[in-house]
Protein backbone atom coordinates (compact mmCIF):
# COMPACT_ATOMS: atom_id res chain seq x y z
CA UNK A 1 0.00 0.00 0.00
CA UNK A 2 0.65 3.92 0.14
CA UNK A 3 3.56 4.50 1.82
CA UNK A 4 4.68 8.05 3.12
CA UNK A 5 8.41 8.19 4.56
CA UNK A 6 9.51 11.33 7.17
CA UNK A 7 12.77 12.36 7.82
CA UNK A 8 14.54 12.89 10.27
CA UNK A 9 12.49 11.12 13.08
CA UNK A 10 14.49 13.52 15.64
CA UNK A 11 15.59 16.89 15.31
CA UNK A 12 17.38 19.29 18.31
CA UNK A 13 17.42 22.23 17.80
CA UNK A 14 18.68 25.73 19.73
CA UNK A 15 15.83 27.92 20.45
CA UNK A 16 15.85 30.66 17.47
CA UNK A 17 17.29 28.23 15.09
CA UNK A 18 15.11 26.62 12.05
CA UNK A 19 13.97 22.96 11.33
CA UNK A 20 12.38 21.46 8.45
CA UNK A 21 11.13 18.14 8.38
CA UNK A 22 10.18 16.39 4.94
CA UNK A 23 8.06 14.14 3.83
CA UNK A 24 8.29 11.59 0.71
CA UNK A 25 5.93 9.32 -1.10
CA UNK A 26 6.86 7.21 -4.45
CA UNK A 27 3.48 7.94 -6.00
CA UNK A 28 1.68 10.78 -6.71
CA UNK A 29 -0.15 11.94 -3.98
CA UNK A 30 -3.56 13.73 -4.10
CA UNK A 31 -2.81 16.13 -1.36
CA UNK A 32 -0.31 16.14 1.94
CA UNK A 33 -2.12 17.16 5.33
CA UNK A 34 0.40 18.27 8.66
CA UNK A 35 -0.56 17.81 11.93
CA UNK A 36 1.06 18.18 15.05
CA UNK A 37 0.79 16.66 18.62
CA UNK A 38 2.15 17.70 21.90
CA UNK A 39 3.80 15.68 24.10
CA UNK A 40 1.06 13.77 26.09
CA UNK A 41 -1.70 15.15 23.44
CA UNK A 42 -3.28 14.36 20.01
CA UNK A 43 -2.85 14.98 16.48
CA UNK A 44 -4.17 18.20 15.81
CA UNK A 45 -4.37 18.96 12.21
CA UNK A 46 -2.38 22.26 10.86
CA UNK A 47 -3.14 22.56 7.27
CA UNK A 48 -3.85 20.53 3.30
CA UNK A 49 -1.74 21.29 0.44
CA UNK A 50 -3.20 20.05 -2.73
CA UNK A 51 -2.03 22.09 -5.41
CA UNK A 52 1.24 21.25 -6.98
CA UNK A 53 3.87 23.46 -6.16
CA UNK A 54 2.10 24.97 -3.44
CA UNK A 55 3.25 26.79 -0.58
CA UNK A 56 0.85 28.11 2.85
CA UNK A 57 2.26 30.04 5.47
CA UNK A 58 1.05 30.46 9.33
CA UNK A 59 2.85 32.73 10.84
CA UNK A 60 6.61 31.04 11.49
CA UNK A 61 5.55 28.03 9.85
CA UNK A 62 5.90 27.75 6.28
CA UNK A 63 4.80 24.58 3.83
CA UNK A 64 5.34 23.11 0.35
CA UNK A 65 4.31 20.58 -2.04
CA UNK A 66 6.63 19.56 -4.72
CA UNK A 67 5.52 19.95 -8.14
CA UNK A 68 5.54 16.59 -8.64
CA UNK A 69 3.25 16.30 -5.55
CA UNK A 70 5.53 13.63 -4.23
CA UNK A 71 6.93 15.51 -1.25
CA UNK A 72 6.66 18.52 1.03
CA UNK A 73 8.23 19.88 3.82
CA UNK A 74 7.32 22.02 7.13
CA UNK A 75 10.13 24.68 7.74
CA UNK A 76 9.94 26.43 11.07
CA UNK A 77 11.76 29.71 11.33
CA UNK A 78 12.88 30.47 14.78
CA UNK A 79 11.94 27.70 16.86
CA UNK A 80 10.25 28.55 20.15
CA UNK A 81 9.54 26.12 23.00
CA UNK A 82 6.06 26.07 22.33
CA UNK A 83 7.28 24.09 19.07
CA UNK A 84 8.14 20.91 20.71
CA UNK A 85 6.28 18.29 19.77
CA UNK A 86 6.01 15.51 17.06
CA UNK A 87 4.94 16.74 13.14
CA UNK A 88 3.21 14.17 11.24
CA UNK A 89 2.73 14.12 7.64
CA UNK A 90 -0.48 12.37 6.28
CA UNK A 91 -1.42 11.25 2.52
CA UNK A 92 -5.11 10.43 1.29
CA UNK A 93 -4.65 7.07 0.07
CA UNK A 94 -5.88 7.85 -3.19
CA UNK A 95 -8.57 9.96 -5.02
CA UNK A 96 -11.92 9.42 -3.49
CA UNK A 97 -10.64 7.90 -0.89
CA UNK A 98 -10.85 8.87 3.00
CA UNK A 99 -8.54 7.41 5.19
CA UNK A 100 -5.09 8.82 5.79
CA UNK A 101 -1.76 7.17 5.91
CA UNK A 102 0.29 8.57 8.40
CA UNK A 103 4.18 9.59 8.20
CA UNK A 104 6.38 7.88 11.21
CA UNK A 105 7.01 11.61 12.37
CA UNK A 106 9.67 14.13 13.24
CA UNK A 107 9.68 14.56 17.08
CA UNK A 108 10.81 18.37 17.63
CA UNK A 109 13.03 19.04 20.97
CA UNK A 110 13.68 22.94 21.60
CA UNK A 111 16.55 23.88 23.68
CA UNK A 112 15.80 26.91 25.33
CA UNK B 1 -14.24 22.28 14.35
CA UNK B 2 -15.58 19.28 16.25
CA UNK B 3 -15.52 18.41 19.70
CA UNK B 4 -14.61 15.09 20.18
CA UNK B 5 -14.66 13.07 23.71
CA UNK B 6 -13.57 9.56 24.43
CA UNK B 7 -13.94 7.57 28.00
CA UNK B 8 -12.27 6.12 29.34
CA UNK B 9 -9.12 8.40 29.32
CA UNK B 10 -6.93 5.49 30.57
CA UNK B 11 -7.49 1.88 31.66
CA UNK B 12 -5.51 -0.88 33.35
CA UNK B 13 -6.95 -4.37 32.36
CA UNK B 14 -5.49 -7.74 33.02
CA UNK B 15 -4.61 -9.90 30.05
CA UNK B 16 -7.43 -11.80 28.62
CA UNK B 17 -10.15 -9.54 29.55
CA UNK B 18 -11.87 -6.75 27.10
CA UNK B 19 -12.31 -3.00 27.26
CA UNK B 20 -14.94 -1.24 25.13
CA UNK B 21 -14.13 2.35 24.26
CA UNK B 22 -16.60 5.15 23.79
CA UNK B 23 -16.33 7.94 21.33
CA UNK B 24 -18.72 11.07 20.98
CA UNK B 25 -18.95 13.64 18.81
CA UNK B 26 -20.71 16.53 19.31
CA UNK B 27 -21.96 17.06 15.79
CA UNK B 28 -23.73 14.69 12.98
CA UNK B 29 -20.66 12.89 11.14
CA UNK B 30 -20.48 10.38 8.17
CA UNK B 31 -16.87 8.79 9.10
CA UNK B 32 -15.11 7.90 12.24
CA UNK B 33 -12.09 6.43 12.40
CA UNK B 34 -10.26 4.64 14.96
CA UNK B 35 -6.84 4.27 15.46
CA UNK B 36 -4.01 3.04 17.58
CA UNK B 37 -0.67 4.40 18.35
CA UNK B 38 1.88 2.97 20.50
CA UNK B 39 4.11 5.04 22.56
CA UNK B 40 6.47 6.83 20.51
CA UNK B 41 5.52 6.00 17.56
CA UNK B 42 3.03 6.60 14.57
CA UNK B 43 -0.75 6.62 14.05
CA UNK B 44 -1.90 2.96 12.56
CA UNK B 45 -5.31 3.16 11.18
CA UNK B 46 -7.99 0.24 12.51
CA UNK B 47 -10.81 0.20 11.22
CA UNK B 48 -13.40 3.17 9.35
CA UNK B 49 -16.67 3.06 10.63
CA UNK B 50 -19.84 4.36 8.88
CA UNK B 51 -23.12 5.10 10.66
CA UNK B 52 -25.17 1.94 9.20
CA UNK B 53 -23.05 -0.24 7.67
CA UNK B 54 -20.07 -2.98 9.10
CA UNK B 55 -16.88 -1.04 9.84
CA UNK B 56 -14.25 -1.78 6.92
CA UNK B 57 -11.10 -3.14 8.77
CA UNK B 58 -7.44 -2.02 7.68
CA UNK B 59 -4.77 -5.18 7.28
CA UNK B 60 -3.87 -6.75 10.32
CA UNK B 61 -6.86 -6.02 12.36
CA UNK B 62 -10.56 -8.27 12.35
CA UNK B 63 -13.12 -7.73 14.02
CA UNK B 64 -13.58 -10.99 15.96
CA UNK B 65 -10.34 -8.90 18.26
CA UNK B 66 -11.48 -5.10 17.79
CA UNK B 67 -15.17 -5.10 17.15
CA UNK B 68 -16.60 -1.82 16.55
CA UNK B 69 -20.65 0.05 16.54
CA UNK B 70 -21.67 2.94 15.05
CA UNK B 71 -25.38 2.80 16.04
CA UNK B 72 -25.25 6.67 15.02
CA UNK B 73 -23.80 9.85 13.50
CA UNK B 74 -22.19 10.98 16.53
CA UNK B 75 -21.03 8.09 18.51
CA UNK B 76 -19.45 5.13 18.09
CA UNK B 77 -17.04 2.06 20.65
CA UNK B 78 -14.42 0.32 19.78
CA UNK B 79 -13.54 -2.64 22.21
CA UNK B 80 -10.53 -4.41 22.43
CA UNK B 81 -10.85 -8.22 22.59
CA UNK B 82 -8.98 -10.84 25.18
CA UNK B 83 -6.10 -8.28 25.67
CA UNK B 84 -2.85 -9.20 25.65
CA UNK B 85 0.35 -7.13 26.77
CA UNK B 86 0.70 -5.96 23.56
CA UNK B 87 -2.55 -4.37 22.83
CA UNK B 88 -1.13 -1.88 25.67
CA UNK B 89 -1.39 1.38 23.38
CA UNK B 90 -2.94 4.64 22.88
CA UNK B 91 -6.73 4.39 21.06
CA UNK B 92 -7.58 7.26 19.37
CA UNK B 93 -11.12 8.31 17.26
CA UNK B 94 -11.19 10.72 14.82
CA UNK B 95 -13.67 11.84 12.48
CA UNK B 96 -13.59 13.82 8.80
CA UNK B 97 -14.59 17.45 9.02
CA UNK B 98 -17.09 16.62 5.71
CA UNK B 99 -17.93 18.29 3.23
CA UNK B 100 -15.25 18.16 0.78
CA UNK B 101 -12.94 18.68 3.47
CA UNK B 102 -10.64 15.67 4.26
CA UNK B 103 -8.72 17.06 7.96
CA UNK B 104 -9.57 14.82 10.56
CA UNK B 105 -10.25 16.15 14.28
CA UNK B 106 -9.16 13.65 16.83
CA UNK B 107 -9.81 12.64 20.18
CA UNK B 108 -7.87 12.69 23.30
CA UNK B 109 -7.13 9.26 23.43
CA UNK B 110 -7.44 6.49 25.58
CA UNK B 111 -4.37 5.01 27.34
CA UNK B 112 -4.14 1.30 27.68
CA UNK B 113 -1.86 -0.59 29.46
CA UNK B 114 -2.50 -4.62 29.75
CA UNK B 115 -0.45 -6.59 32.47
Known amino acids: GQQVMQIPQYQHVQEGEDFTTYCNSSTTLSNIQWYKQRPGGHPVFLIQ?????EVKKQKRLTFQFGEAKKNSSLHITATQTTDVGTYFCAALRGAGSYQLTFGKGTKLSVIP | SAVISQKPSRDICQRGTSLTIQCQVD?????MFWYRQQPGQSLTLIATANQGSEATYESGFVIDKFPISRPNLTFSTLTVSNMSPEDSSIYLC????????????FGPGTRLTVL
Open chain 1, 49 to 53: LVKSG
Open chain 2, 94 to 105: SVERGASYNEQF
Open chain 2, 27 to 31: SQVTM
